[in-house]
């Protein structure tokens, strides 16, 4: 691939987002994109955005002092006489009506500069950690571009996009709270395959109903001009999705129950790891996945049918899911003394991803299993009836103690308690300095502490707390 042909200049900067050229060469070419005044390099573009606090346009003079070529604006009033210096020193200054449009717009642009593989990753639970996988499998064959963390919103992908450089293939997440976001992302990524993990409750309040969540997800197709997904088919939303439209597109199904495309057998679930066999091509292949916890059987069949649609080889395939490593925050395993295993899951949750990691940590062998669980937002009218529902799935996978925070929270207790754990084994705490009191009060050697909740609680606190405290 040429790739001096991807290069984006100012003019087309100019172009694409209609702005106006303050100081500078149209014909300069724009490297690497830049947000923070703090970390640029030398000739970076640096983009304004503007944050709850801070107009990052307003920063425009200290990203030329910290070597910015370019920067991109608004609402900016300049004089003629501060902008001599910079004008002698060979800077641009690019002013456009909004800079958040505006890198949707320089995104945009910069895919349709690419002819490479673009793997589009939604779905209500688990996007992260797919994500994470058939970017490993991927990377086997091509440099792969992937999204750092979960930057998968209106500012994440454009984001991810303008880091485009020599890379020959990406995998692009995507995430939604309403209707239209994913279409927005979608026309932005221009993703070649989609892939949609499963359809739960996440943001079911804003949303109404998991079948308005499976239409939101749906959105991705719009930016694809040959419509090829990747589905999840034990999902029950998605299987009846397959059921009525795979004669009117390209469908690859993975799952353990439904039968479909790439299917898991002879599963052996251990610890920290899993194992199975998964015929393909009319080979039956040996995948060792590096993580625990059936839901990464999942991720591991979904990243071979992506790596199978890119025509990938069986072993390096293998190889990609073998040597996968997840994001921090995402079922991340932290070894404290006294053999104190602390499972930080903390970035993010569901009552579907609670309930797969109860499973995952009912399934381990040593020690009392302590569940720290916090609210799970975005669920409107719903989320006392989810709420209760995790409660009922804490009891039934006979967790041995219970310390929970936050407004709903309090019906995880409450189903807990009904479900037959014992009052003492439960505790309701007002905020995560309480519950990380708790755990400390509680602790003891062998035991297993799953940390989860919605980002915004900040239980990634509690464990950043307990490992600095108790760590080997």
Same mark, same amino acid.
């Given at each position: 691939?040429?790739?001096?042909?991807?290069?984006?200049?100012?003019?087309?900067?100019?172009?694409?987002?209609?702005?106006?050229?303050?100081?500078?060469?149209?014909?300069?070419?724009?490297?690497?994109?830049?947000?923070?005044?703090?970390?640029?390099?030398?000739?970076?573009?640096?983009?304004?955005?503007?944050?709850?606090?801070?107009?990052?346009?307003?920063?425009?003079?200290?990203?030329?002092?910290?070597?910015?070529?370019?920067?991109?604006?608004?609402?900016?009033?300049?004089?003629?006489?501060?902008?001599?210096?910079?004008?002698?020193?060979?800077?641009?200054?690019?002013?456009?009506?909004?800079?958040?449009?505006?890198?949707?717009?320089?995104?945009?642009?910069?895919?349709?500069?690419?002819?490479?593989?673009?793997?589009?990753?939604?779905?209500?639970?688990?996007?992260?950690?797919?994500?994470?996988?058939?970017?490993?499998?991927?990377?086997?064959?091509?440099?792969?571009?992937?999204?750092?963390?979960?930057?998968?919103?209106?500012?994440?992908?454009?984001?991810?996009?303008?880091?485009?450089?020599?890379?020959?293939?990406?995998?692009?997440?995507?995430?939604?709270?309403?209707?239209?976001?994913?279409?927005?992302?979608?026309?932005?990524?221009?993703?070649?395959?989609?892939?949609?993990?499963?359809?739960?409750?996440?943001?079911?309040?804003?949303?109404?109903?998991?079948?308005?969540?499976?239409?939101?997800?749906?959105?991705?197709?719009?930016?694809?001009?040959?419509? %090829?997904?990747? +589905?999840?088919?034990? &999902? #029950?939303?998605?299987? =009846?999705? $397959? @059921?009525?439209? /795979?004669?009117?597109?390209?469908?690859?199904?993975?799952?353990?129950?439904?039968?479909?495309?790439?299917?898991?057998?002879?599963?052996?679930?251990?610890?920290?790891?899993?194992?199975?066999?998964?015929?393909?091509?009319?080979?039956?292949?040996?995948?060792?996945?590096?993580?625990?916890?059936?839901?990464?059987?999942?991720?591991?069949?979904?990243?071979?049918?992506?790596?199978?649609?890119?025509?990938?080889?069986?072993?390096?395939?293998?190889?990609?899911?073998?040597?996968?490593?997840?994001?921090?925050?995402?079922?991340?395993?932290?070894?404290? %003394?006294?053999? +104190?295993?602390?499972? &930080? #899951?903390?970035?993010? =949750?569901? $009552? @579907?991803?609670? /309930?797969?990691?109860?499973?995952?940590?009912?399934?381990?062998?040593?020690?009392?299993?302590?569940?720290?669980?916090?609210?799970?937002?975005?669920?409107?009218?719903?989320?006392?009836?989810?709420?209760?529902?995790?409660?009922?799935?804490?009891?039934?996978?006979?967790?041995?103690?219970?310390?929970?925070?936050?407004?709903?929270?309090?019906?995880?207790?409450?189903?807990?308690?009904?479900?037959?754990?014992?009052?003492?084994?439960?505790?309701?705490?007002?905020?995560?300095?309480?519950?990380?009191?708790?755990?400390?009060?509680?602790?003891?050697?062998?035991?297993? +502490?799953?940390?989860?909740?919605?980002?915004?609680?900040?239980?990634?606190?509690?464990?950043?707390?307990?490992?600095?405290?108790?760590?080997?």
């Amino acid at each position: 691939m040429n790739f001096e042909n991807k290069q984006i200049k100012v003019k087309d900067i100019l172009e694409v987002t209609k702005g106006k050229l303050v100081i500078g060469n149209p014909e300069e070419i724009c490297k690497k994109f830049c947000f923070d005044t703090r970390i640029l390099e030398k000739d970076d573009v640096y983009v304004g955005l503007k944050g709850e606090k801070i107009d990052g346009s307003t920063l425009w003079e200290e990203a030329f002092t910290n070597n910015a070529k370019i920067v991109i604006v608004q609402n900016i009033k300049f004089e003629e006489a501060e902008l001599k210096q910079y004008i002698q020193s060979g800077k641009t200054i690019i002013e456009v009506e909004d800079t958040l449009k505006a890198i949707s717009q320089i995104a945009a642009y910069k895919r349709s500069l690419y002819n490479i593989p673009v793997v589009g990753v939604t779905g209500s639970v688990g996007k992260t950690s797919t994500k994470d996988i058939i970017a490993s499998v991927v990377s086997q064959k091509y440099n792969t571009l992937k999204t750092e963390g979960n930057n998968n919103n209106h500012i994440g992908v454009p984001k991810t996009i303008l880091r485009l450089q020599n890379e020959e293939a990406a995998v692009i997440e995507m995430g939604m709270n309403h209707f239209g976001e994913i279409s927005k992302l979608t026309q932005i990524a221009r993703p070649t395959l989609s892939v949609i993990t499963n359809i739960g409750t996440s943001h079911i309040g804003n949303l109404g109903s998991r079948e308005n969540i499976l239409k939101a997800k749906l959105e991705i197709l719009e930016g694809m001009k040959e419509k %090829k997904i990747v +589905i999840n088919n034990d &999902n #029950d939303l998605l299987h =009846a999705w $397959y @059921e009525q439209n /795979k004669n009117k597109c390209d469908i690859v199904t993975y799952g353990i129950n439904n039968t479909s495309d790439f299917m898991a057998e002879q599963i052996t679930l251990n610890e920290n790891s899993s194992e199975f066999i998964c015929q393909v091509e009319g080979n039956k292949i040996v995948v060792k996945v590096p993580v625990g916890g059936e839901h990464f059987i999942y991720n591991a069949l979904c990243a071979i049918a992506v790596g199978k649609s890119l025509n990938i080889n069986n072993d390096a395939i293998i190889k990609g899911i073998a040597n996968f490593e997840l994001t921090k925050k995402r079922m991340e395993i932290i070894h404290l %003394k006294d053999n +104190i295993t602390l499972i &930080n #899951d903390a970035y993010n =949750a569901s $009552y @579907e991803s609670i /309930k797969e990691s109860l499973k995952y940590i009912n399934n381990l062998s040593s020690g009392r299993k302590i569940a720290v669980l916090g609210d799970v937002l975005e669920l409107g009218e719903f989320a006392e009836e989810l709420h209760k529902k995790i409660g009922t799935e804490v009891a039934k996978q006979n967790v041995d103690l219970l310390i929970c925070c936050g407004k709903n929270a309090k019906y995880i207790c409450e189903k807990a308690l009904q479900n037959g754990m014992a009052a003492d084994k439960v505790f309701y705490e007002k905020d995560i300095e309480d519950v990380t009191r708790r755990i400390e009060q509680n602790m003891m050697e062998n035991d297993i +502490i799953l940390i989860k909740a919605s980002n915004a609680m900040r239980f990634s606190n509690i464990a950043v707390k307990l490992t600095a405290e108790f760590s080997n």
